[in-house]
């Protein structure tokens, strides 16, 4: 069983910041690209960041410059310090990954987090 457990949302003020933390645990084999979506309300869920095995990252135009997303392979986690929030970045933000688990560790399988509501006022 594979499970992503995240951390790190809240309210802030426009301008301000904050850093979500996702840890992918269980029996994983493999992890490959990680990454932050997010959905606010009444949108569709959208890609926020994500980052490859090789550290290849990948940014949604809204965030570039604002957002940074880093790894630490070895705890198997993603984070995302997100700066300079704005109230259109509000949403519920979920970690993704790719993984291969060790139960079928030749298909690779799309775990999501939770969620943890980011809300930021102007």
């Known amino acids: 069983q594979v499970q992503l457990a995240e951390s790190g949302g809240g309210s802030v003020q426009a301008g301000g910041s904050l850093r979500l933390s996702c840890i992918a645990s269980?029996?994983?084999?493999?992890?490959?690209?990680m990454g932050w979506y997010r959905q606010a309300p009444g949108k569709q869920r959208e890609l926020a960041a994500d980052?490859?095995?090789?550290?290849?990252?990948n940014y949604a135009d809204s965030v570039k410059g604002r957002f940074t997303i880093t790894r630490d392979y070895g705890q198997n986690a993603v984070y995302l310090q997100m700066n300079s929030l704005k109230p259109e970045d509000t949403a519920v933000y979920y970690c993704?990954?790719?993984?291969?688990?060790?139960?079928?560790?030749?298909?690779?399988?799309?775990?999501w987090g939770q969620g943890t509501q980011v809300t930021v006022s102007s």
């Open positions: 269980g029996s994983i084999f493999r992890v490959n690209t």
């Open positions: 993704n990954a790719e993984l291969y688990s060790s139960a079928t560790p030749d298909f690779r399988n799309n775990y």
């Open positions: 980052i490859t095995r090789g550290g290849r990252t």
